[in-house]
Nanobody, 127 residues
Framework: QVQLVESGGGLVQAGGSLRLSCAAS???????????IGWFRQAPGKERQFVAA????????YYADSVKGRFTISRDNAKNTVNLQMNSLKPEDTAVYYC?????????????????WGQGTQVTVSS
């Protein structure tokens, strides 16, 4: 079992920045480098939405069109975290953000490809 814990959420004005972190712990192979890590978000009354992902092999990154150029996903192996740097935030970015981990992830934008999920962290962007 792998436990994922998100942190770094909060309230920020439009145009501001936040940095989310996803920390992994648990079983022997809980290193984030062993998993494809994805970030998803869900706003009230809306479906869960893919945000970004980083593959376990090679570190290829993927982004939703809505965040491309504003968000950056990265992996810090020393701290065993995957970070999501969010710049130029907009009110429509307001949501609970979740990180997820999976080994056999073929379509990184599909939530059901991931095995482990964190509890989420709230991001609120005021206009």
């Amino acid at each position: 079992q792998v436990q994922l814990v998100e942190s770094g959420g909060g309230l920020v004005q439009a145009g501001g920045s936040l940095r989310l972190s996803c920390a992994a712990s648990g079983r022997t192979f809980s290193s984030v480098s062993n998993y494809t890590i994805g970030w998803f978000r869900q706003a009230p009354g809306k479906e869960r939405q893919f945000v970004a992902a980083i593959r376990r092999s090679g570190g290829t990154t993927y982004y939703a069109d809505s965040v491309k150029g504003r968000f950056t996903i990265s992996r810090d192996n020393a701290k065993n975290t995957v970070n999501l740097q969010m710049n130029s935030l907009k009110p429509e970015d307001t949501a609970v953000y979740y990180c997820a981990a999976g080994v056999r992830v073929y379509y990184s934008n599909l939530g059901n490809e991931y095995t482990y999920w964190g509890q989420g962290t709230q991001v609120t962007v005021s206009s």
